[in-house]
């Protein structure tokens, strides 16, 4: 295994097999959140794989036990000092879901353990997504202050603009894997995280057979309408990257972090 960037607490790898499968996986001891660093990570290595003529497909996935991902890293939020500092972290976010998007590599998700924030929308720009029955997901932005305005564009992509209202709006709650699948956030649901990976392992094969011209064409395909979310995810960075530095919201992230009820 390549581990492109590595430390002793969190990385991103990436390892292409003789197939031309190329599973890039992230892990972050607080829940597999994402600090800046990381996102940078893991959008570098999104680029890498959809560069390289030896992948055929993506395999985006998280490591460790519990959380697929939890979204923002509230201890990154609470060191925001400035809005132009905001609007860098929220960025992360927006390269990440803007690179899915991009490449011209199929990308299946492969999600095990609850999804939250940013997360959801991580799992959103992928192009097929699987999932285990406790892969819950919650949108949980509104709840510390600011908006799911950088995910937002990705997540009502897959399941609409009305459950993705619910989803929202209900910021505390968290949703089934059955819900975001009868939704559209996942195309399969598995009981057992060995079903899961074995039903991923199938498709990636199939698809790494296939002709990689033909699907670059299928991928633009099934992204069109979304040429301009260079410029509208940086617009929404902006905005988060201003809300997270009022009172409310810093009062709301360190109570969440410390387990204050507010």
């Known amino acids: 295994m390549l581990d492109l960037f590595k430390t002793k607490e969190a990385y991103v790898s990436s390892d292409t097999d003789h197939f031309g499968i190329t599973t ?4 972050h001891p607080a ?14 290595a999104i680029n890498v794989a959809g560069s390289n003529s030896e992948t055929r497909v993506i395999v985006l996935k998280s490591d460790g036990e519990h959380a697929f991902c939890a979204g923002a890293s509230f201890d ?6 400035t809005k132009e500092q905001g609007r860098d ?7 990440v879901i803007n690179e899915c998007r991009k490449s011209p590599k199929i990308i299946i998700g492969r999600v095990y ?9 991580i799992a959103a720009a992928c192009d097929y997504c699987f999932a285990t029955q406790n892969a819950e997901i919650k949108q949980s932005e509104l709840s510390i202050g600011i908006g799911p305005l950088v995910v937002g564009p990705a997540v009502i992509r897959k399941i609409g603009l009305n459950a993705f209202s619910r989803l929202s ?3 505390t709650d968290y949703y089934s894997a059955l819900w975001a699948k009868d939704k559209g956030l996942y ?3 598995y009981e057992r995280r060995k079903d899961m990976d074995k039903a991923v392992g199938a498709m990636a094969m199939k698809i790494a057979g296939w002709n990689p011209d033909v699907l670059a064409v299928h991928k633009r ?9 260079d410029e509208l995810l940086a617009e929404r960075a902006a905005i988060n990257g201003e809300l997270v530095l009022m009172p409310m919201t810093q009062h709301a992230i360190k109570n969440i972090k410390t387990g204050v009820k507010s």
């Open 76 to 81: 990154e939020l609470l060191q925001i000092e």
């Open 169 to 171: 709006l209900n910021a």
């Open 31 to 44: 829940q597999n959140s994402l600090p800046l660093d990381l996102l940078h990570k893991l959008t570098e």
């Open 221 to 229: 395909t099934l992204w069109a309408g979304t040429e301009d979310w």
């Open 24 to 27: 890039i996986a992230f892990y």
């Open 113 to 121: 353990g609850k999804v939250i924030g940013g997360g959801v929308g």
């Open 89 to 95: 972290f929220f960025m992360g976010f927006a390269n």
């Open 187 to 189: 195309a399969e649901v």
